[in-house]
């Protein structure tokens, strides 16, 4: 069955000869007798998912880390695929399989880089007739994303928006599959956004996304870099290869321009080492990078109402300009500062900018308030913080709007990094009061070794595990927080944000911490009610 992005394509697709295709890009016909591709063979899709093959397709067979892609043939022809694109590993796969018989197989040494640009080709090349924009970065990349897609529809009617939480062209909406999807998929949206009238398109771009090539055959008009920290090592092997991963989409043709946070030496160094025109952004009240930057946050109020902050953006020309952020924390000052400046860059007016990112709606499971404080209940959010750093802002964020204690329910996911376990255990020790440590997506792994993991953390930081606790659902664990917090205390649900879904075992169970929230709001369970302060 065709996945709901997979169906995200033109009502009226470009069809093109296969011939074409395979002259444009080299690709060698391989098969018994070395059969050519017949001259009225045509295409009207490309995708690199067997499971999202319609007929007419020519479908891209990719090596992946356990199998080749080829081997998916059979129900890719099955679809109705015309054509398979691979490698000479999956040619060779496909030489013995009788389901491929008779089709026409297409050889390319790198089938993967070929995809997108394959893909830009056969729809005419969407990008080039959008406005678009993308981010990378550890953190902030949805909340940068959300926010510049408000400023950006102050000058365009219809926008399209790509990235963790969903699929999004003008109002309509899917929940997508992944931070950056699959380059085909990428250009299908882009052009069915021209087809429904999108003129301007914001994409998060993931590491795993450039490594991959999911970019490959767009090049942003703006490219966007939030921040550098530990994450995703079991993939890029140190953060060297990290940050090699995300410096690729500021080489000549991935982007136009960029505009790059320069808080941390990362960022430093991508401003210095990229191959395309930058701004740098300094978010740091009162930092070195303050003084040299071409943009720079020189003032800065974080709102005890928990609700935004306001701050003071100077632009390269000394002008000082006022502007705010929705979310809390000093963390949300930068990405607002980083998506005024995206935006501006991207041919939005600089008022107009700063004015919409202000008054942006809230971003779904970034410090999203799920519960208001009062009537006995204390405030409870959600954030999508998964990395050490990424807590440690979450926190500070949160520890000026609670009057009482900072209860947090979190844990940390499987078959990733597993050197940030006991990180995150002991910043959550050292910046919360009560701890309820418990399962984020356990994947394969045992789950009750990664919450081992995370306790050896908050030893290091709280030997005697006053006010810890572990849960073994995360359904109870967020239970069991409703039932320790007071009115006075602030609730913050960390590491799964937006997501539907919790992996267990190779299974994915519909979950989400919002609703689980809600339905506990809903049955009446309720907290002590203490008086004093209210935020």
Known sequence: ?????????????????????????????????????????????????????????????VPGAHTH???????????????????????????????????PVLVTPDPRGQAGPMAA????????????VGITGTNGKTTTTYFVDSALRRAHDRTVVMGTVELRIGDDAIESPRTTVEAPVLQSVLALGLERGATAAVTEVSSHALALGRMAGLEVDVAGFTNLQRDHLDFHGDMEGYFQAK????????????????????????????????????THVGSPESATADWAVTEADIGLDGVGSTFVLRGPDGTE?????????????????????????????????????GRSAGVPGRMERVIERGAGRPLCLVDYAHTPDALVLALEAVRPITPGRLVIV????????????????????????????????????????????????????????????????????????????????????????????????????????????????????????VQGPQA
């Open 247 to 282: 410096a690729r989409l500021f080489h000549a043709g991935h982007a136009r321009r960029g505009v790059v946070v320069v808080d941390d030496a990362w960022g430093r160094r991508l401003a210095a080492e990229a191959e395309i025109p930058v701004d740098t952004v300094a």
């Open 1 to 61: 069955m065709t996945s709901p992005q997979g169906r995200l394509r033109p009502e009226h697709p470009h069809r093109r000869r296969v011939a074409d295709l395979a002259d444009a890009f080299a690709l060698v016909a391989t098969g018994p007798g070395d059969a050519g591709v017949p001259a009225d063979l045509e295409t009207s899709g490309i995708t690199v998912a067997s499971g999202d093959v319609l007929p007419g397709d020519v479908f891209v067979a």
């Open 121 to 132: 080709w056969l729809h005419d090349h969407p990008g080039r007739r959008l406005t678009t």
């Open 69 to 103: 892609g080829a081997a998916h043939t059979g129900q890719a022809v099955a679809a109705g695929a015309v054509a398979v694109v691979t490698d000479a590993a999956g040619a060779e796969l496909l030489a013995a399989d009788p389901l491929a018989a008779g089709l």
């Open 321 to 357: 300009h006022r502007a705010a952020s929705p979310l809390p924390g000093l963390v949300n000052v930068s990405n607002a500062a980083l998506a005024v400046v995206l935006a501006h860059r991207a041919g939005v007016p600089l008022a107009d900018a700063i004015d919409a990112v």
């Open 410 to 529: 979190f844990g940390s996911d499987g078959d990733r990094d597993r050197g940030k376990r006991p990180i995150m255990g002991a910043v959550a020790a050292r910046l919360a009061d009560v701890l309820v440590v418990t399962d984020e997506n356990p994947r394969s792994e045992d789950p009750a070794s990664i919450r081992a993991a995370i306790l050896d953390g908050v030893r290091d930081e709280r030997p005697d595990l006053a006010d810890v606790h572990e849960a073994t659902s995360r359904t109870q664990a967020i239970h069991d927080a409703l039932d320790l917090a007071t009115e006075l205390d602030t609730i913050i649900i960390t590491g799964k944000g937006h997501e539907p879904t919790q992996e267990i075992a190779g299974v994915f169970h519909r979950y989400n911490d919002r609703d689980v929230l809600r339905a506990a709001q809903a049955t009446g369970a309720q907290a002590p009610v």
